[in-house]
């Protein structure tokens, strides 16, 4: 069986997993069939925890109990993000706070939390404790975004609340499978290829708010300009002499306008691409990725951190 089947079996049996969790829950309280949500998406996370997981020699079926959590930490996350956003889409189906409403998305975003919690427990004694810390960590991060919009940001304030919001997650699954796998003098390369795995996801995701379309992206677009918060593309224009006083302008009046006029988001987004912006944080992305190789270098099994490192180095260009 090559590399590429066996890690689709995996993800075929982390996703039944999950849909055996969210069964387990009495359909009166929480029903799939009816709100419909794609607990996996892209599997970032665990694609990453397995080619992790090979790379210290873990095996797979610890390395699946990992991911499983962690994905669905991130779509309870994800639940939650949509309400603060009224974001009608969600991988590509209408996101839950459109279809079952805000309440129940909220609450669905809770209980699907203390799921991943309860599973946990499955992978060691100590992995719901650390996943609550991590949990800490993602909610300060979301915090620090909210607190954040409508206000200019540099650089080092946008690293740190992608460190927390996105970084923290996959830190968690690096940590927890160096633990499983019994390499403790691994903790310091693992927890930074995790951070760094992260930040590098996130800044792409915010290159594709600039870049994408929701048909590709499953998710609505131009959301981080209309809702005012400064993502590293932007933040690159904003630095430019040449290009801050119009976008100021545009976003004072994105402030200020009609509700659901997208015309200045689209001018700024347009500034933000046409100028190099959105592939100068893609470079940043790739520069990150490179920076990673010595620590993967370091990880016992060279076959499957090459697969990792192709990985990580694949997502800067990511498209969707």
Do not use: N
């Given at each position: 069986m090559n590399n590429a089947a066996h890690l689709d079996d995996s993800l075929e049996r982390i996703n039944r997993a999950i849909e055996d969790l969210l069964d387990a829950v009495g359909k009166d309280v929480y029903d799939r069939n009816r709100g419909s949500f794609n607990f996996l998406g892209k599997a970032t996370r665990?694609?990453?925890?397995?080619?992790?997981?090979?790379?210290?020699?873990?095996?797979?079926?610890?390395?699946?109990?990992?991911?499983?959590?962690?994905?669905?930490?991130?779509?309870?996350?994800?639940?939650?993000?949509?309400?603060?956003?009224?974001?009608?889409?969600?991988?590509g189906v209408p996101s839950l706070n459109s279809s079952m409403g805000v309440n129940a998305a909220i609450l669905l975003g809770d209980?699907?939390?203390?799921?991943?919690?309860?599973?946990?427990?499955?992978?060691?004694?100590?992995?719901?404790?650390?996943?609550?810390?991590?949990?800490?960590?993602?909610?300060?991060g979301a915090l620090l975004e909210e607190n954040s919009r409508r206000r200019t940001l540099n650089r080092t304030e946008a690293e740190r609340i992608m460190?927390?919001?996105?970084?923290?997650?996959?830190?968690?699954?690096?940590?927890?499978?160096?633990?499983?796998a019994?390499?403790?003098e691994l903790y310091g390369s693992c927890g930074a290829i995790g951070?760094?795995?992260?930040?590098?996801?996130?800044?792409?995701?915010d290159v594709l708010d600039f870049?994408?379309?929701?048909?590709?992206?499953?998710?609505?677009?131009?959301?981080?300009?209309?809702?005012?918060?400064?993502?590293?593309?932007?933040?690159?224009?904003?630095?430019?002499?040449?290009?801050?006083?119009?976008?100021?302008?545009?976003?004072r009046s994105i402030g200020n306008g009609v509700k659901g006029d997208l015309s200045p988001a689209l001018r700024i987004a347009s500034i933000v691409r046409d100028n190099g912006f959105a592939a100068a944080a893609r470079a940043l992305a790739a520069e990150r990725a490179a920076a990673l190789d010595e620590e993967l270098s370091r990880l016992p099994e060279a076959e499957a951190s090459g697969a990792l490192r192709a990985f990580i180095r694949a997502l800067p260009g990511r498209t969707r």
């Open positions: 665990s694609r990453f925890t397995l080619m992790l997981s090979d790379a210290l020699g873990l095996d797979r079926a610890a390395a699946e109990r990992i991911s499983a959590a962690a994905e669905l930490t991130h779509a309870a996350s994800l639940m939650h993000d949509d309400c603060i956003d009224r974001a009608a889409l969600r991988r209980l699907v939390i203390s799921i991943a919690l309860d599973y946990s427990s499955r992978i060691s004694p100590g992995a719901p404790v650390d996943l609550v810390r991590t949990i800490r960590r993602m909610t300060e460190r927390l919001k996105t970084g923290e997650l996959f830190r968690w699954c690096a940590l927890t499978a160096c633990h499983a019994g390499k403790p951070e760094g795995t992260g930040i590098i996801f996130q800044i792409i995701d870049e994408g379309e929701a048909g590709l992206t499953g998710k609505d677009v131009l959301m981080d300009i209309t809702e005012g918060r400064a993502t590293l593309p932007l933040i690159m224009a904003l630095e430019d002499g040449r290009f801050s006083g119009p976008i100021t302008e545009e976003l």
